[in-house]
């Protein structure tokens, strides 16, 4: 059985352009897109974590927060957060004494 490639190309579903691939701002319903994060502790007040970057994360575009420790090496931890300020409460802001530095990918950093 001969194929027949001029067929097979012209009932082929239409292929996306790169362009259409990409991710875009979401609907209304979340209105920002995924951000990816560092934190930064300038002091470790607990001794556990340590100093510098300790984290990385990304918020995806409804609050929901993903982590991953880079401590303890080589593999860490990940955890999950409903919203973007429960990580905060929990890891930042219940930590006053570390100087928390949270860089967005875009730059913006925020000092806690």
Known sequence: MEINKTEILENAPPLLESHDLKPKKPSMRAPEGIRTFTVCRQSDETGISGEGVVMEGVMFATGHTVIHWLTPAPRGS???FDAFDDFIKIHVTSHPGNGTIITFE???????
Do not use: S, V
């Open 78 to 80: 990940i955890a999950f």
């Open 106 to 112: 875009d730059g913006e950093q925020t000092l806690y």
